[in-house]
């Protein structure tokens, strides 16, 4: 029945799309003084009656711009605006001619220079310089819309299950609210909290540091920041929402978030508690308040902001709490204070069994696991910035994290031969508890002058503290003659500290003003690292851990010092724009060894590095970026310490003294394409490497199938990947639309690894097409499936090693219904089908549904929510590399239906002026 409505809504939208009015309006815009083209200016078309937006554009970098579409209504008005000219409009009667070809239309100069009409245009989009700026108003969504289902509506704005946001294909890292941090610049909770019905403009700049935008600098061009400017009589006041439910299986969860807005003040305070594998950010009504996009996966695991919960990690019990502050001072000093407080109690059991290929023949693993971990954690972070003058700006950021954390852990494990015959057995039982504090503060200072030249310093100390006590008590069991059983029951008491130190200079002199400079950077690094791991055996006869077991503790202190002289050029031009710089590394690692004074040891690590970007603008709609980079790095002091760590009886490992210093090539190249008029867009990536003196594991096992582990350096390592997708909107009317995306990534590596002392070599490609849809009719309807095949072949030139073909098959559906008006009905399937599962089910459906209706003149919600609505959820699976298969299976949250109910308040009103409301419900 559903998809018998689908197909009427569409066969209608289809038939009242078709009698709707057709137009084609073009013309070239002019300076009307200097007769010279306008770039970036909009036009827009829009109804007489009340100034809704019907179709608009961009003008190219010849003035050049052309409407096309069909509209209903016969009467429309054209507008044109541009920063610094006064608005241009012309009456459109689409009743007499459907092609206008207006030629040249000459802009005048904006009669208030304060751009007071501007700032009050009705155009949907302006081109600011840099900055690209949305009007809200021009872009409708549903009833009590937040700011994610605002961004979802944007041309060239993506927001995928994850809540991740994309911009022409690159990916947003910051979004401000007023120009300034909300939750620590946490773009997830910024999104899911704020209405839409508060913001007036959405900004979308390159990101960049505060530095940065105070020099003059260009950001990233790789990232995006997005500014939320709040209508200035909707920056005072209260709102936020409050939740709780409470479901079958004894499921709960509960948050709140209240924010006070005056002006430069900000005051947000937030609190959580679940028992549903959530860090207190959970699906249904909680999804729209904050935490980061949801996902579920087919087994069952949950990712928010980028975490995984459930799946393999068992049960998790969650607790949130945090505030956030931020003010200024006059003109001079500006304010933002971050508390966050997370806890969780999570319990997992596990069983794997493995079959693993040897150059020489097979064996068999077999293991159970339980675990139970309780971790802690509180973080403070502020953001201090005192302008001394227009000319002069410090940026200090402090940070502090205080962790505690108790784990509780069980193995049994069997080892097999290729006869089934029993090799060796363990058996693990360790509990532990850490205490870390991290103190983290960076003071940066900015210093201006005439032509875009400056002065940056930067410092940044870190002190970190870790002190942990673990209890483990162990067997391993060996079945042949020759070779003892181990038996341990220790007590290790561990010290680990850091004090780092990180500072740079950079000076910018500018060749021609603000366009072409050159940079001469410093930048001075030591990490000083300091172990202690004093490790007692277990002494029968006192009854107490005295035995000091010199092989299972160590006593050291490394140092990693770096000093990089740098050099490069910049130019910033209209059109194109480029810099490079190129630095000479001089790293030394030093280790002092207290305990085995004959591995201290002192090396050098020196190096070229090189960084260079190129970008060029083809007009207002295109644009190609180029990056190629050399970067170094050092092995660890882990893989160069020839010391070997036997913490695992069955898998000791030693490092190599000898190992060389690793260089990667890097390059990335993009190019993308949006046509603002049309809806169309296209984004086309690619990139790779390739490494040198690679630092790979070196492992081989013996009879008793004891791993001994070193490491090496391999030259031929490489990687190269890419992709495209192309998205394009067709508007059938003026209230259903769909927006199609299809795209293609793939990827192609190449890595060098040894298997029980043979060097081998795999290449690893995939392919992974997909399409998807959203079809909207109005508020009502919302539908979005998306289809994703990922083909992969892995081949080896090892001979006991097979090539491996694989294909899997994932279909994500998303739907929104409001019918009647306050009932929300919202959809979360997910199917996967997996053909090379061999003894498990090769095709899973996963489904969690949400109905949610509205009370209290729309101020309040009730929601029933099922997680796992068919039952089928399980955590079993198969995984297969190049030298073992693994069947595993661990605790999964399981079906369950909640009850719940949201309420929302909100007291911003003009002028500051508070509007009644009531705080109980």
């Known amino acids: 029945m559903k998809k018998i409505l689908i197909v009427l809504v569409l066969l209608w939208a289809s038939k009242n799309y078709a009698q709707s009015n057709p137009f084609k309006i073009t013309g070239t815009l002019q300076d009307e003084k200097l007769k010279t083209p306008i770039e970036a200016a909009t036009i827009h078309l829009e109804k007489l009656k009340d100034s809704s937006i019907v179709s608009y554009t961009i003008s190219d970098d010849k003035g050049y711009f052309k409407l096309e579409g069909k509209s209903f209504y016969k009467k429309l008005k054209m507008v044109v605006s541009f920063v610094g000219k006064d608005p241009y409009t012309k009456s459109i009667d689409l009743s007499k001619k459907s092609d206008y070809a207006l030629g040249k239309i000459p802009l005048k100069e904006e009669g208030n220079v304060l751009s007071e009409v501007v700032i009050k245009s009705r155009a949907p989009i302006t081109v600011k310089k ?137 005051i947000s305070v937030l609190a959580s508690k679940n028992n549903i594998n959530s860090p207190g950010f959970s699906f249904g009504e909680l999804e729209k308040m904050f935490g980061g996009g949801l996902w579920i996966s087919g087994n069952g695991s949950i990712n928010v902001g980028g975490q995984r919960f459930g799946g393999g990690q068992g049960i998790v019990r969650s607790t949130t709490a945090g505030f956030t502050y931020g003010d200024s001072f006059g003109k001079t000093l500006e304010t933002n204070v971050n508390y966050i407080y997370s806890g969780s109690d999570s319990n997992n059991d596990a069983k794997r069994n493995r079959e693993t290929t040897l150059p020489t023949g097979k064996f068999f693993s077999e293991s159970v696991t339980n675990s139970n971990n309780n971790n802690e954690n509180h973080s403070v972070d502020a953001e201090i910035d005192i302008e001394i003058d227009s000319t002069f700006l410090i940026n200090i950021t402090p940070r502090f994290i205080s962790n505690t954390r108790e784990d509780f852990f069980n193995r049994n494990e069997s080892s097999f031969d290729a006869d089934r015959k029993l090799i060796n057995r363990s058996r693990v039982n360790t509990r532990s508890d850490s205490k870390a504090n991290n103190f983290e503060n960076e003071i940066e200072l900015t210093k201006r002058f005439s032509k875009g030249s400056f002065i940056r310093a930067r410092l940044t100390n870190q002190i970190d503290k870790t002190t942990s006590n673990s209890f483990n008590i162990s067997t391993a069991e060996f ?89 490069g050029m910049n130019y910033k031009g209209k059109k194109w724009s480029f810099n490079f710089d190129a630095g000479y590394m001089m790293r030394t690692l030093e280790n002092k060894d207290k305990l085995r004074p004959n591995l201290t040891f002192s090396k050098d690590f020196n190096a070229f590095e090189f960084d260079s970007r190129f970008r060029y603008r083809f007009d207002s709609k295109a644009s190609i970026s180029i990056n190629y980079e050399i970067r170094n790095d050092a092995p660890t002091i882990q893989q160069l310490q020839p010391f070997t760590n036997e913490s695992n009886p069955l898998n000791l490992i030693t490092g190599n003294p000898f190992l060389k210093p690793i260089q990667r090539h890097w390059f990335y190249v993009n190019f993308n394409k949006f046509n603002w008029q049309k809806g169309t867009g296209i984004y086309l990536y690619g990139g790779g490497g390739f490494t040198n003196n690679q630092v790979v594991s070196k492992s081989t096992i013996d009879a008793n199938l004891i791993r001994r582990t070193t490491y090496e350096n391999v030259d031929g390592s490489y990687n190269i990947w890419g992709g495209s997708f192309y998205n394009k909107k067709f508007k059938l009317d003026s209230l259903s639309a769909v927006k199609l995306r299809v795209g293609v990534y793939f990827n192609r590596n190449r890595s060098i690894n040894f298997f029980n002392d043979v060097k081998y070599r795999s290449v690893n490609n995939n392919v992974s097409p997909n399409l998807g849809f959203t079809y909207t009719y109005d508020k009502i ?25 694989f294909v899997r098959h994932n279909l994500d559906i998303n739907t929104r219904t409001n019918f009647p008006k306050k009932l929300e009905w919202r959809n979360n399937i997910r199917y996967s089908y997996n053909p090379q599962v061999v003894g498990f089910n090769q095709s899973a459906w996963f489904w969690n549904s949400t109905l949610s209706y509205s009370v209290l003149k729309d101020q309040g919600t009730i929601t029933l929510k099922a997680y796992d609505l068919l039952n089928q959820n399980n955590n079993v699976r198969r995984t297969a590399t190049s030298n073992y298969i693994e069947d595993a299976e661990s605790t999964v949250l399981q079906q369950y239906f909640m009850l719940g109910f949201s309420w929302k308040f909100n007291s911003l009103g003009k002028k500051g002026k508070i509007r009644e409301f009531n705080y109980n419900f």
């Open 479 to 567: 079945f042949d003659a020759t070779t003892a059983d181990i038996n341990r029951n220790q007590h290790s008491a561990v010290q680990n500290n850091l004090n780092a130190i990180r500072s740079s200079v950079k000076y910018r002199h500018a060749l021609i003003a603000k366009k072409l400079f050159i940079d001469f950077d410093y930048r001075y690094n030591q990490n000083e690292r300091e172990n202690v791991n004093n490790t007692y055996d277990f002494d029968a006869v006192s009854n107490s851990y005295s035995n000091f077991n010199t092989n299972l503790s160590s006593n050291f202190t490394s140092n990693d010092i770096t000093k990089t002289p740098r050099i």
């Open 781 to 805: 309807i919302s539908i979005e499936p998306r289809y994703t095949i990922n083909i992969g072949k892995s081949t080896f030139d090892l001979a006991n090693f097979n090539d491996q073909n």
């Open 130 to 266: 840099d900055t690209l700026e949305f009007n809200v108003k021009s872009f409708k969504t549903k009833k009590d819309a937040n700011v994610e289902d605002l961004l979802k509506k944007l041309p060239g704005v993506e927001v995928d299950e994850q809540g991740k946001i994309t911009i022409n294909g690159k990916p947003v890292n910051k979004i401000l609210v007023n120009g300034k941090p909300f939750f620590g610049n946490d773009p997830s909770i910024t999104t899911k909290n704020l209405s839409k019905e508060i913001i007036e403009k959405v900004q979308i700049t390159d990101t960049k540091t505060k530095s940065e935008a105070f020099s003059g600098e260009k950001g990233d061009n790789n990232n995006k920041t997005i500014n939320l400017t709040i209508k200035k009589e909707n920056n005072k006041g209260w709102f936020g929402r409050v939740s709780a439910g409470a479901g079958t299986d004894k499921r709960y969860e509960a948050a709140t978030m209240v924010n006070r807005f005056n002006n430069d003040r900000r």
